[in-house]
């Protein structure tokens, strides 16, 4: 019994040793696998959602969600002439368009004019550009910011996410995810 | 040359941390008296710190581009006490005073300490040697802040503008003379358990720097809570954000504490349990230094991302605690407890509020970690707010405020007295402000009615321990816990008011719109363009009235240029009863602007609660202290002096 008493006592001694450790585990590990602070969509593997076409500057075409599931996939990128990131991106985007991937953007938060700017000064790598004057649209993706792109195959389906710019070390991934939604 | 001096005093202040460590070992083992030599290295270390912080302040005061650290955290055209209190707005300037408050804790440890037995001075000596060795390392391998630059820059980066704020001078250093304070307590813990002369002896050498830093730590984290009150915006007080928490778990550890070494000061009783206490609080002060400097908890005050630092913190962290938590398990055992004590008396009464506050440790720990572990066990993500703390801590809290009216009444080891008829009247009072909030405010929430009610009864019990005796002959220690305890019902009233009452109004209006926040009528009249040394704005001039007289005010929207940032400035208005707080928003298309009101009756009394605590200590401390120094005139050549010296 005063055995039994001292043993745990002893235990109970060490405790205060055990859970630092268990503490310090739970630290390492989180400095080893810095935090994935992204916000990730959940709307990978459902329908695009529906959006109306809204015309973004004077002389680009737009597209609505319906234009989304029409037999071919598509990069659906959302960015804006506000984007510093956006500007780097759109020479990825020209490099992804000249092997043969077809590229709509959707303005977010933007003016015609200084998208129509953007568009000359960065390269127009969209085949349709729509705007998106409230960020619904981009909501309604599951997106939190720009430039993000999604991959949406040809019957609508929103079949990958790529969140930041694409860099051109992306444009491989990009293409063989692009080849696998066709 | 003045960064290089600062970097020579630094290795040499290094150098000698581990001279001190070193003669520690050897005075223990040999039992050589090698005490002089430890207290006058202890000293100059201290003073070598003071010059490296010293010159630190020097060349961020004359924005001395060539300065790496200067460059990423000033700018030429900021305020002068921007420029200074700069100094420890960043990572290596703040570790470089982390640094120096430890050494000079030391140094003073070393000046002051005479109660203690002389082979646990000079153990906790070492100790500390040994702490401050650390994170000398840490700063002259991993965050050294003399870095250079070449070739220097035209102009620095600037400073974070939530930063440029009066509060960065005090809340900060406040804070950390807090934490590092209770390195002390640490350090004669550690030192007593490798002498085991645990006693009340050690107790009341320990006493004075627990509550130094606990009445620190009270004023950091009240200051700070009432400066996210204003600078951020959100018009809370507390917000259960990591790093909050970080400064409130050795708060309430080094409260547990400096309840417990009473009892063993007084008694002789606890022991072990104190010491464990003792290494936890300055632990916790440890890991919050971890949480905040490497930023890996979700936190507006997550400033250095930075996986290494991280890691050779945690190193240290890991070897400290580690290594006192060892010598607890060895040593604990053969600690021998003081007399017994009765279930009805002032140790019962302490062990519950220590069992009360640890509990209360726990929950925030385990709140701000769960996190942590969830993912890190099942990869799922999940964050822990203000719902879980305020359900789990806050009724806790509230039990620990009943018993705070009762606890100072009870006697040593024994009550025999019929304490609870002294409470009738405090308990009147409480009734009577449950009577008035279930009357006035039928559908008012459980926590903030508990809070009035409570709050009115601890007011009237916390006075009962000076009631009846004179004033002026009971000692400034009682004062001063009489003190600190109402404080607690101040604070408690003011939070129960807050939550109870606050009313608050976001709208969008354009110049000559009135809105209605409370009693308040508040009308937009204007918005201008203004600017200021560093920064412009645009300002709304809002007039607001309650009846009689009108009041302007004018919250500011600001945008600084290096780093570019927008801030909301708030306009403030305190009145004897209540804060009229007003936000500037954005301007939406339409050319209205967003505006956000509230209006808190007595909010105030929550930091006027936190600062009446820290008052306490305060007298409490100056009593002790005098007791001290009384003492020390009419016996002048007590303990280890006159054994050396004779």
């Known amino acids: 019994m005063a055995k039994g008493a001292l043993l745990m006592s002893r235990a109970l001694r060490f405790a205060p040793l055990g859970l630092l450790l268990v503490i310090i585990a739970a630290l390492v590990w989180r400095l080893a696998t810095p935090a994935d602070t992204n916000v990730h969509s959940t709307m990978i593997g459902r329908a695009v959602p529906n959006f109306p076409p809204v015309a973004a500057t004077m002389n680009t075409m737009d597209f609505g969600s319906s234009d989304l599931a029409k037999g071919r996939p598509h990069l659906v990128n959302f960015f804006a002439s506000w984007c510093v990131p956006c500007i780097a991106e759109a020479k990825v985007l020209d490099v992804l368009k000249s092997r043969g991937v077809s590229i709509y953007g959707i303005a977010v938060r933007d003016r015609p004019g200084d998208l129509a700017e953007f568009l000359e000064r960065s390269g127009d790598p969209y085949q349709l550009i729509t705007a998106d004057p409230q960020s619904d649209v981009q909501i309604a993706f599951g997106s939190s910011g720009v430039p993000e792109t999604f991959i949406v195959d040809g019957s609508g389906i929103i079949r990958y996410q790529h969140i930041g710019p694409i860099e051109p070390d992306d444009v491989p991934a990009i293409l063989s995810k692009f080849e696998r939604a066709r | 040359m003045i960064a290089e001096t600062g970097l020579a005093a630094l290795w040499l202040a290094a150098g000698l941390a581990a001279l001190q460590f070193v003669l520690m070992i050897l005075s223990l083992r040999s039992g050589a008296d090698l005490s002089r030599a430890m207290r006058s290295i202890a000293i100059v270390q201290g003073v070598l710190t003071l010059i490296a912080f010293a010159m630190l302040l020097i060349v961020f005061a004359r924005s001395d581009m060539s300065v790496a650290l200067v460059f990423e955290n000033s700018h030429s055209a900021k305020p002068f006490i921007y420029k200074v209190a700069g100094t420890w707005g960043n990572h290596e300037g703040s570790?470089?005073?982390?640094?120096?408050?430890?050494?000079?804790?030391?140094?003073?440890?070393?000046?002051?300490?005479?109660?203690?037995?002389?082979?646990?001075?000079?153990?906790?000596?070492?100790?500390?040697?040994?702490?401050?060795?650390?994170?000398?390392?840490?700063?002259?391998?991993?965050?050294?802040?003399?870095?250079?630059?070449?070739?220097?820059?035209?102009?620095?980066?600037?400073?974070?503008?939530?930063?440029?704020?009066?509060?960065?001078?005090f809340h900060p250093p406040t804070l950390y003379l807090g934490y590092v304070g209770l390195s002390i307590a640490f350090s004669l813990a550690v030192g007593a358990l490798l002498t085991g002369e645990v006693d009340s002896r050690l107790a009341r050498a320990m006493r004075p720097w627990v509550l130094g830093a606990w009445i620190l730590l009270t004023l950091g984290i009240t200051a700070g809570s009432y400066w996210a009150y204003y600078e951020l915006g959100w018009g809370g007080y507390w917000f259960w954000d990591p790093v909050e928490n970080a400064s409130l778990m050795p708060w309430l550890a080094a409260t547990a504490l400096l309840h417990s070494i009473n009892v063993l000061a007084s008694r002789g009783a606890l022991k072990a349990w104190t010491m464990m206490l003792a290494v936890i609080a300055f632990s916790m002060s440890m890991v919050g230094t971890f949480l905040v400097r490497s930023g890996i908890l979700t936190s507006v005050h997550a400033f250095a991302i930075d996986p290494e630092r991280g890691t050779f913190l945690l190193g240290l962290l890991a070897i400290y605690v580690g290594a006192a938590f060892v010598l607890f398990a060895l040593r604990g055992a053969s600690l021998k407890e003081g007399p017994p004590f009765e279930l009805v008396s002032r140790e019962t009464g302490l062990v519950i509020n220590n069992l009360i506050l640890s509990v209360i440790l726990g929950i925030v720990f385990l709140g701000t970690l769960y996190p942590l572990f969830v993912e890190a066990l099942s990869g799922e993500k999940l964050s822990v707010g203000a719902p879980y703390f305020d359900a789990v801590a806050g009724p806790l809290a509230l039990v620990l405020a009943i018993l705070v009216g009762i606890g100072p009444l009870l006697s040593w080891r024994r009550e025999t007295r019929p304490v609870f008829k002294k409470l009738q009247v405090p308990a009147l009072l409480g009734i009577s402000a449950l009577a008035i909030t279930i009357i006035l405010w039928p559908a008012m929430r459980i926590l903030p009615r508990a809070g009035f009610t409570i709050g009115a009864y601890l007011a009237g019990a916390s006075i009962l321990p000076i009631v009846g005796r004179n004033p002026l002959r009971a000692p400034l220690a009682t004062w001063g816990m009489v003190v600190a305890h109402f404080g607690i019902a101040v604070a408690l009233v003011g939070m129960a008011s807050n939550a109870a009452f606050t009313s608050e109004r976001l709208?969008?209006?354009?110049?000559?719109?009135?809105?209605?926040?409370?009693?308040?009528?508040?009308?937009?009249?204007?918005?201008?363009?203004?600017?200021?040394?560093n920064w412009t704005a645009v300002e709304a001039e809002l007039l607001a009235s309650r009846g009689s007289g009108v009041i302007s005010l004018a919250p500011q929207s600001r945008y600084f240029s290096d780093p570019p940032t927008q801030t909301s400035e708030t306009a403030i208005r305190t009145f004897w009863n209540g804060q009229l707080y007003t936000v500037l928003g954005r301007e939406d298309a339409s050319g209205a602007w967003q505006l956000r009101l509230w209006w808190k009756p007595f909010v105030t009394l929550i930091w006027a609660g936190g600062a009446l605590i820290a008052i306490g200590g305060a007298l409490a401390l100056t009593g002790r202290l005098w007791r001290l120094v009384w003492r020390r005139r009419t016996r002048p050549e007590s303990g280890w002096r006159r054994e050396r010296y004779s």
Not at chain 2, 110 to 130: C, D, K, N, V
Not at chain 2, 514 to 529: D, E, N
Request: proline share 8%; no cysteine; aromatic share 8%.
């Open chain 2, 95 to 169: 570790m470089l005073m982390w640094v120096t408050i430890l050494a000079v804790a030391g140094a003073f440890l070393a000046i002051l300490a005479r109660r203690s037995g002389e082979r646990t001075l000079l153990a906790a000596l070492g100790a500390q040697a040994l702490l401050a060795l650390g994170f000398y390392a840490f700063l002259l391998i991993a965050s050294n802040p003399f870095a250079r630059l070449w070739p220097p820059a035209a102009d620095g980066q600037g400073l974070n503008p939530l930063l440029q704020d009066p509060g960065l001078a």
């Open chain 2, 507 to 533: 709208a969008i209006a354009r110049p000559g719109d009135i809105l209605t926040v409370g009693p308040w009528q508040v009308q937009l009249s204007s918005v201008i363009p203004t600017a200021g040394k």
